[in-house]
Protein backbone atom coordinates (compact mmCIF):
# COMPACT_ATOMS: atom_id res chain seq x y z
CA UNK A 1 0.00 0.00 0.00
CA UNK A 2 1.13 3.70 -0.96
CA UNK A 3 1.04 5.35 2.27
CA UNK A 4 1.28 8.98 2.84
CA UNK A 5 2.14 10.97 5.67
CA UNK A 6 3.03 14.53 6.90
CA UNK A 7 4.90 15.43 9.71
CA UNK A 8 7.09 12.55 8.37
CA UNK A 9 10.38 13.68 9.79
CA UNK A 10 8.76 14.85 13.18
CA UNK A 11 9.68 12.69 16.44
CA UNK A 12 6.43 10.68 16.23
CA UNK A 13 5.99 11.02 12.02
CA UNK A 14 9.71 9.57 12.12
CA UNK A 15 9.20 6.33 14.16
CA UNK A 16 5.92 5.76 12.40
CA UNK A 17 7.70 6.25 8.60
CA UNK A 18 10.37 3.70 9.69
CA UNK A 19 7.74 0.64 10.92
CA UNK A 20 5.49 1.28 7.71
CA UNK A 21 8.04 0.94 5.57
CA UNK A 22 8.64 -2.29 6.10
CA UNK A 23 5.60 -3.47 4.47
CA UNK A 24 4.70 -0.48 2.59
CA UNK A 25 5.47 2.47 0.23
CA UNK A 26 5.60 5.34 2.21
CA UNK A 27 5.13 8.83 0.23
CA UNK A 28 6.08 11.99 2.65
CA UNK A 29 4.20 15.53 2.39
CA UNK A 30 6.62 18.57 3.56
CA UNK A 31 8.84 21.41 2.59
CA UNK A 32 12.49 19.26 3.13
CA UNK A 33 13.65 16.36 2.21
CA UNK A 34 9.80 14.87 1.15
CA UNK A 35 8.54 13.12 -1.86
CA UNK A 36 5.93 15.39 -2.06
CA UNK A 37 6.69 19.09 -1.67
CA UNK A 38 3.79 20.74 0.17
CA UNK A 39 2.99 22.93 3.60
CA UNK A 40 0.34 23.07 6.14
CA UNK A 41 -2.34 25.10 4.92
CA UNK A 42 -2.04 23.90 0.95
CA UNK A 43 -4.48 21.85 -0.79
CA UNK A 44 -2.49 19.09 -2.49
CA UNK A 45 -3.23 18.66 -6.41
CA UNK A 46 -4.81 15.37 -7.89
CA UNK A 47 -1.58 14.69 -9.08
CA UNK A 48 0.11 14.98 -5.80
CA UNK A 49 -2.81 12.67 -4.07
CA UNK A 50 -3.04 10.24 -6.93
CA UNK A 51 0.34 8.94 -5.59
CA UNK A 52 -1.40 7.55 -2.35
CA UNK A 53 -3.81 5.10 -1.37
CA UNK A 54 -4.30 6.78 2.02
CA UNK A 55 -2.79 9.75 4.32
CA UNK A 56 -1.98 10.36 7.20
CA UNK A 57 -1.90 13.39 8.81
CA UNK A 58 0.31 14.23 11.44
CA UNK A 59 1.65 17.45 10.61
CA UNK A 60 1.31 20.98 12.63
CA UNK A 61 2.92 23.74 13.40
CA UNK A 62 4.21 24.45 17.09
CA UNK A 63 6.26 27.80 16.56
CA UNK A 64 3.39 29.61 18.53
CA UNK A 65 0.71 27.45 19.46
CA UNK A 66 -1.33 30.71 19.84
CA UNK A 67 -1.11 32.22 16.70
CA UNK A 68 -0.70 28.93 14.81
CA UNK A 69 -4.27 27.92 15.75
CA UNK A 70 -5.96 28.71 12.43
CA UNK A 71 -3.03 27.49 10.72
CA UNK A 72 -3.15 23.74 12.05
CA UNK A 73 -7.02 23.78 11.98
CA UNK A 74 -7.61 25.30 8.74
CA UNK A 75 -4.64 23.06 7.21
CA UNK A 76 -6.14 20.14 8.67
CA UNK A 77 -9.33 20.63 7.37
CA UNK A 78 -8.19 21.39 3.54
CA UNK A 79 -5.96 18.56 3.83
CA UNK A 80 -9.65 16.07 4.87
CA UNK A 81 -11.46 17.83 2.79
CA UNK A 82 -8.87 17.22 -0.45
CA UNK A 83 -8.78 13.41 0.43
CA UNK A 84 -12.44 13.09 0.52
CA UNK A 85 -12.62 15.26 -2.57
CA UNK A 86 -10.18 12.09 -3.85
CA UNK A 87 -12.10 9.38 -2.46
CA UNK A 88 -8.51 8.76 -0.23
CA UNK A 89 -9.08 6.85 3.36
CA UNK A 90 -7.72 10.19 5.85
CA UNK A 91 -6.01 9.60 9.04
CA UNK A 92 -5.50 12.46 11.83
CA UNK A 93 -3.59 11.84 14.36
CA UNK A 94 -4.56 14.02 17.35
CA UNK A 95 -3.86 14.15 20.66
CA UNK A 96 -5.28 13.31 24.33
CA UNK A 97 -4.55 16.71 24.97
CA UNK A 98 -7.89 17.47 22.99
CA UNK A 99 -9.93 17.20 26.11
CA UNK A 100 -7.46 19.74 27.87
CA UNK A 101 -8.34 23.45 28.01
CA UNK A 102 -4.40 24.33 26.85
CA UNK A 103 -4.71 26.47 23.40
CA UNK A 104 -2.92 23.06 21.27
CA UNK A 105 -5.32 20.89 23.16
CA UNK A 106 -8.55 23.48 21.27
CA UNK A 107 -6.59 23.35 18.31
CA UNK A 108 -6.70 19.58 18.09
CA UNK A 109 -10.28 19.39 19.20
CA UNK A 110 -11.06 22.00 16.34
CA UNK A 111 -8.82 19.90 13.85
CA UNK A 112 -10.79 16.57 15.11
CA UNK A 113 -14.01 18.36 14.12
CA UNK A 114 -13.13 19.79 10.78
CA UNK A 115 -12.15 15.71 9.59
CA UNK A 116 -15.20 14.38 11.08
CA UNK A 117 -16.99 16.67 8.42
CA UNK A 118 -14.98 15.08 5.99
CA UNK A 119 -15.66 11.55 6.68
CA UNK A 120 -12.60 11.22 8.06
CA UNK A 121 -10.84 9.58 11.20
CA UNK A 122 -9.27 10.66 14.50
CA UNK A 123 -7.15 8.94 16.27
CA UNK A 124 -6.06 10.34 19.79
CA UNK A 125 -2.73 9.28 21.03
CA UNK A 126 -1.00 10.41 24.44
CA UNK A 127 2.74 10.88 24.39
CA UNK A 128 4.78 8.54 23.25
CA UNK A 129 8.21 7.97 25.19
CA UNK A 130 10.19 7.13 22.37
CA UNK A 131 9.71 10.28 20.67
CA UNK A 132 9.93 12.51 24.09
CA UNK A 133 12.88 14.57 23.76
CA UNK A 134 12.79 15.20 27.70
CA UNK A 135 13.01 11.86 28.56
CA UNK A 136 15.69 11.04 29.21
CA UNK A 137 16.47 14.42 30.94
CA UNK A 138 17.56 14.20 34.58
CA UNK A 139 18.95 17.45 35.22
CA UNK A 140 17.84 19.59 37.80
CA UNK A 141 18.85 22.93 38.89
CA UNK A 142 19.06 22.26 42.88
CA UNK A 143 19.96 18.76 43.99
CA UNK A 144 18.36 19.40 47.79
CA UNK A 145 14.86 19.66 46.42
CA UNK A 146 12.56 16.71 46.22
CA UNK A 147 11.48 15.20 42.11
CA UNK A 148 7.43 16.52 41.69
CA UNK A 149 6.51 13.06 39.98
CA UNK A 150 3.70 14.23 37.65
CA UNK A 151 1.22 12.01 35.61
CA UNK A 152 1.28 12.22 31.61
CA UNK A 153 -1.26 10.48 29.46
CA UNK A 154 1.44 8.13 27.69
CA UNK A 155 1.11 5.90 24.87
CA UNK A 156 3.33 2.81 23.98
CA UNK A 157 5.09 3.10 19.94
CA UNK A 158 4.06 -0.98 19.55
CA UNK A 159 0.53 -0.39 20.79
CA UNK A 160 0.11 3.08 18.40
CA UNK A 161 2.40 1.10 15.45
CA UNK A 162 -0.13 -2.04 15.77
CA UNK A 163 -3.02 0.58 15.20
CA UNK A 164 -2.04 1.97 12.25
CA UNK A 165 -1.33 -1.47 10.52
CA UNK A 166 -4.76 -2.64 11.68
CA UNK A 167 -6.29 0.67 10.17
CA UNK A 168 -4.45 0.45 7.05
CA UNK A 169 -5.64 -3.12 6.59
CA UNK A 170 -9.50 -2.17 7.26
CA UNK A 171 -9.10 0.73 4.39
CA UNK A 172 -7.41 -1.65 2.41
CA UNK A 173 -10.37 -4.38 2.33
CA UNK A 174 -12.61 -0.79 2.35
CA UNK A 175 -13.84 -1.98 5.67
CA UNK A 176 -13.64 1.55 7.82
CA UNK A 177 -16.78 2.43 9.29
CA UNK A 178 -19.52 4.19 6.94
CA UNK A 179 -19.52 7.17 9.40
CA UNK A 180 -16.31 9.45 11.24
CA UNK A 181 -15.36 8.14 14.41
CA UNK A 182 -12.34 9.22 16.60
CA UNK A 183 -10.47 6.33 17.83
CA UNK A 184 -8.80 6.59 21.07
CA UNK A 185 -5.66 4.40 21.75
CA UNK A 186 -6.18 2.05 23.94
CA UNK A 187 -2.70 3.18 26.07
CA UNK A 188 -4.15 6.62 26.51
CA UNK A 189 -4.26 6.11 30.61
CA UNK A 190 -2.62 8.27 32.82
CA UNK A 191 0.38 7.02 33.77
CA UNK A 192 3.40 8.18 35.51
CA UNK A 193 5.79 8.41 32.57
CA UNK A 194 9.23 7.36 32.97
CA UNK A 195 10.91 10.99 33.63
CA UNK A 196 9.44 13.30 36.24
CA UNK A 197 9.43 16.59 36.54
CA UNK A 198 12.34 18.51 38.33
CA UNK A 199 11.76 21.84 39.31
CA UNK A 200 13.86 23.94 41.22
CA UNK A 201 12.06 25.30 44.62
CA UNK A 202 9.45 23.49 46.36
CA UNK A 203 6.31 25.78 44.66
CA UNK A 204 2.78 24.32 44.47
CA UNK A 205 1.63 23.81 40.71
CA UNK A 206 -1.09 26.89 40.89
CA UNK A 207 2.46 29.47 41.35
CA UNK A 208 4.31 27.65 38.91
CA UNK A 209 1.78 27.99 36.23
CA UNK A 210 0.96 31.43 37.65
CA UNK A 211 4.91 32.33 36.73
CA UNK A 212 4.61 31.16 33.48
CA UNK A 213 1.29 32.87 32.41
CA UNK A 214 3.24 36.24 33.61
CA UNK A 215 6.17 35.34 31.84
CA UNK A 216 3.83 34.01 28.61
CA UNK A 217 3.44 38.48 27.76
CA UNK A 218 7.11 38.40 27.31
CA UNK A 219 8.61 34.84 26.30
CA UNK A 220 7.54 32.97 23.38
CA UNK A 221 9.13 30.13 25.40
CA UNK A 222 6.97 30.42 28.06
CA UNK A 223 4.25 31.09 26.52
CA UNK A 224 4.84 27.57 24.36
CA UNK A 225 5.55 25.77 27.87
CA UNK A 226 2.83 27.03 29.71
CA UNK A 227 0.48 25.40 27.04
CA UNK A 228 2.36 22.13 27.26
CA UNK A 229 2.00 22.01 31.13
CA UNK A 230 -1.78 22.44 30.82
CA UNK A 231 -1.71 20.03 27.33
CA UNK A 232 -0.06 17.00 29.25
CA UNK A 233 0.50 17.40 32.01
CA UNK A 234 -1.29 16.72 36.00
CA UNK A 235 -0.22 16.24 38.72
CA UNK A 236 -1.08 13.15 41.56
CA UNK A 237 -3.54 15.35 43.62
CA UNK A 238 -5.36 16.64 40.60
CA UNK A 239 -6.23 12.83 39.34
CA UNK A 240 -7.91 12.26 42.62
Not at 132 to 143: D, E, I, L, V
Not at 180 to 199: G, H, K, N, W, Y
Request: proline share 5%.
Amino acid sequence: MRVGITGGSGRVGKLLVANLLRNHKVVTFGRQNSDIEWALGVRPSPNQLSQVDVLIHLGWSLQERNADFHLNVGGTATLASAARDFGIPFLFVSSVAASSKSSYGLAKLKAEDAVAKEKGFNLRIGLIPEANRYAANSKKFFGIYPQIPCLINITNIDDFEDFIEKWLGAAYRESLPAKPVTLVSSAATPREVLCRARISIPLPLFLIRGALFISSFVSLGARNLQDSLLSVTTTPWEQK
